[in-house]
């Protein structure tokens, strides 16, 4: 409140906060009543608060320009020295005087650099966000953590990445998951160590392709209790060496035609027994069905399409040979112009997240992949509705 607020009546014309006097009336006891506090950080974090209002002025040391209003302080108090400026809206700017500084806003906060931005911390940053947190950036983003890098998240983590994707770890490569989904789409997905290559399963093990092939470049080792072999067609055992059949038990041939044998002389120790009805066998094991299926769709990552593999961003665009302003950086040199292209058409279609959530993606007609407007326009929608209307305003030229 002002020199010439109801409550001032009777007192000097100099301000409360001037005199240092009746602090409890002045904007100080609602700052302070306002204060945010017990803000919990990440888990293992120590809460932190808003620091107190330090405003305990002496007359005649603290300087005041004050309207019913707004106020602007410089307090020379000795021990408690500060530069305060105050909105009525009770956003406020300090400077305490042990150096640290509060900027509090108390509705919106806009910053905006029309260049470039150079920010150092020397000690700890903690930022808590208690709504949702949107970053963009235009160009390339580069981070280096010499430490760990530490993400807990709580909900579901989705990444779509339009070009490639490398990740190249020095030691131990760790995953675990109720189900794993591995899909190469549109080609080959290849495995390779320069050691052993181990797989379990607790239960079963299946593959399944038009044609399998296994190569060991020494020897190739089957130990199991039983080994079934099964072909609709045939099967052929071909050895460029020799051909060991050995069983502790018996070994069963059978055919429901002719089983043929030629060889330059065939040996049968002890005992041979023709035309008795005593040869039996069993036949191999039918595969079940849930295996000869293969993973088929279910086995399949459930996600929509990558976003479009951006090929405007240069570093270059961004240190020589750009113009750069509120409107961003302008990649086109002096004298060039746009070469004539069809203007692009643009549609919409539903797409789902693995919850069932629905969602509509626009999409570029001549690429068929999600749509990159150069206006920046968001093209992907939780409401039908709104993607209609987007797609709509794209296909008229409102964002061109």
Avoid: C
Avoid at 66 to 89: L, Q
Avoid at 339 to 361: R, V
């Amino acid at each position: 409140m002002g020199p010439n607020s109801p409550n001032n009546f009777g007192q000097p014309r100099n301000s409360m906060m001037h005199r240092g006097e009746y602090l409890e009336r002045t904007w100080v006891k609602s700052a302070e009543q306002n204060r945010t506090t017990g803000i919990q950080g990440p888990e293992g974090t120590t809460p932190w608060s808003e620091p107190n209002i330090a405003a305990e002025p002496q007359y005649p040391y603290n300087r005041t320009i004050e309207t019913t209003k707004h106020r602007i302080e410089i307090d020379d108090t000795p021990g408690f020295e500060r530069i305060t400026v105050h909105h009525n809206s009770g956003s406020y700017i300090q400077m305490a005087d042990n150096g640290v500084v509060t900027n509090k806003t108390s509705t919106d906060r806009y910053d905006i650099t029309d260049v470039n931005q150079f920010v150092h911390v020397g000690g700890v940053s903690n930022v808590v966000i208690e709504g949702n947190a949107y970053v963009r950036v235009n160009g390339n983003k580069t981070e280096e953590i010499m430490g760990d890098y530490i993400q807990n998240i709580h909900g579901h983590y989705f990444q779509s990445i339009g070009g490639e994707s490398n990740v190249n770890i020095g030691k131990v490569a760790q995953m675990r998951a109720a189900n794993i989904k591995v899909q190469a789409n549109a080609g080959d997905l290849l495995l390779h160590t320069t050691k052993n290559l181990k797989m379990e399963a607790d239960e079963t093990m299946s593959s399944k392709s038009p044609i399998i092939w296994q190569h060991g470049t020494e020897n190739v080792y089957i130990d199991t209790n039983i080994f079934s072999l099964k072909s609709a067609e045939g099967s052929i055992i071909e050895s460029l060496g020799y051909l060991d059949i050995d069983s502790a038990e018996d070994i069963d041939i059978i055919s429901a035609a002719n089983i043929n044998m030629k060889a330059t002389r065939v040996n049968a120790d002890d005992e041979v027994y023709l035309g008795t009805g005593a040869a039996n066998g069993i036949s191999a094991e039918e595969i079940p069905i849930e295996l000869k299926s293969g993973v088929g769709e279910e086995g399949k990552p459930d996600m929509g399409a990558p976003v479009t593999f951006n090929t405007s961003v240069l570093d270059e665009d961004l240190q020589q040979g750009a113009t750069s302003g509120t409107s961003g950086a302008n990649s086109q040199d002096e004298g060039e112009s746009d070469n004539e292209e069809s203007k692009p058409t643009y549609s919409y279609t539903e797409g789902a997240y693995s919850d069932g959530t629905s969602y509509w993606l626009i999409i570029d007609d001549n690429t068929g992949q999600r749509a990159v407007h150069p206006s920046g326009v968001n093209t992907l929608y939780t409401s039908e509705e709104r993607a209609k209307e987007i797609t709509q305003k794209l296909n008229e030229g409102y964002y061109d």
